[in-house]
């Protein structure tokens, strides 16, 4: 026999299988709609396991327990590391911080004093609108409207909104301000290179780590946490490599004109309220679970005024997080400006009285029936599906 016939094509070797698998994973991004299944997907287990995806009560947990321990308040809470949308936050930081090492992509990312000024006012006004819509983009938005809510369409019209404000007060700033330059330094090739290379030794010692922290909330009895502790490093590692963030849903359509993002939420959602719905309606989770009493002024309201924030911030609530893990220095101090604006405005609204007076709770299947209900936010996704491929051809909606 000749030898081409003879010849076996080699099977390739487990090493070049590993390395082909590891570039697939951590050596290019995510599309966004693979990350709109999956964080759909995700939320509809989290709701079966425990609770559904929140980030806004997490971070002014952190809030409270800040003013409790410089002595400026003396409420009581539950302490960050047992407080489960505090834990779910934790998480999405150190899954964020394993995958950008994995993908050598970790940085401490300083920003020029301007930029790190708009990330502490985005972060400040992202406190006051989650705290008037009892939520942020995820918790008041997202998972509300996944929950059938009507505060969650409210809060999305309302983000909608505030991203258009956000967007023409950055329009101003680059027509009649100076630009912020950034100083960068730039490190000598030689370790830069190899800070490269231990980068994805140094993930693994974070994943490590972060299943160590499971295995620990388990042995205490806590295992609640230890399931959303688990559910917060997957969120974390997703977002990271997809480069996922609501602003962008919010934002781009008006700004670039590009609607990838603005997609893969709507497909998120559509996945989300499917599995929220048959939880509900077969009474295995509580109807009221995340329908808030903020429909419709303090939603839509809250939602205005934390779209600006957002869009100044450069991060939403669970953007800021999964960004801080990435090393972003101007969210953490959105983070910081959320966590003590969250914290004074809700113990404000409720010691003034105002929370109560946001509002009313609106729970869709109740005004309209379940199949309608079901139909009628499916139907919002697919609206804004379609106009966001709409706008990616015609760009009627961009105002830069």
Request: proline share 3%; charged share 15%; with cysteine.
């Amino acid at each position: 026999m000749s030898q081409s016939v003879n010849t076996r094509m080699e099977a390739p070797s487990m090493k070049t299988a590993f390395k082909n698998g590891y570039e697939t994973l951590f050596g290019q991004q995510w599309p966004y709609w693979v990350a709109g299944v999956l964080l759909g997907t995700i939320n509809v287990f989290m709701f079966a396991y425990a609770r559904p995806w929140s980030s806004a009560d997490g971070i002014r947990n952190w809030g409270d327990w800040f003013f409790n321990t410089v002595g400026l308040a003396d409420r009581t809470i539950i302490p960050p590391h047992l407080f489960s949308t505090s834990v779910l936050n934790f998480g999405i930081v150190i899954g964020s911080l394993a995958a950008a090492l994995f993908a050598k992509q970790f940085a401490l990312r300083m920003a020029p004093s301007r930029e790190l000024f708009k990330g502490l006012i985005g972060g400040l006004l992202m406190g006051i609108g989650s705290s008037l819509a009892f939520g942020c983009n995820i918790g008041g938005f997202f998972s509300a409207t996944s929950a059938l809510s009507m505060a969650g369409p409210a809060m999305m019209l309302g983000l909608m909104i505030g991203a258009v404000i956000g967007l023409k007060l950055l329009l101003f700033e680059v027509e009649y301000l100076s630009p912020a330059v950034s100083k960068r330094v730039s490190p000598k090739k030689s370790q830069g290179a190899d800070l490269k290379k231990i980068q994805p030794l140094a993930g693994l010692l974070v994943v490590v780590i972060g299943f160590f922290l499971v295995f620990i909330y388990d042995d205490l009895d806590y295992s609640e946490r230890a399931g959303i502790l688990s559910f917060g490093l997957l969120i974390g590692i997703i977002m990271q490599r997809s480069r996922f963030c609501f602003v962008r849903a919010f934002r781009e359509p008006f700004m670039t004109g590009h609607g990838d993002a603005s997609k893969a939420v709507a497909i998120a959602v559509i996945i989300s309220v499917t599995g929220f719905s048959i939880l509900k309606w077969t009474d295995l989770r509580e109807w009221e679970t995340l329908v808030s009493i903020g429909f419709w002024a303090g939603s839509l309201v809250g939602g205005i005024v934390f779209g600006i924030g957002m869009t100044l911030a450069g991060g939403c609530g669970s953007g800021s997080v999964w960004r801080a893990g990435e090393g972003h220095i101007k969210l953490w101090l959105a983070l910081f400006g959320f966590a003590l604006a969250g914290s004074y405005s809700r113990a404000w609204l409720e010691d003034s009285g105002w929370l109560m007076k946001l509002g009313t709770q609106v729970f869709l299947p109740d005004v309209i029936g379940w199949k309608l209900s079901y139909i009628s936010i499916v139907g919002l996704m697919l609206l804004w599906y379609f106009l966001a491929t709409w706008n990616e051809i015609k760009g009627k909606f961009v105002i830069v």
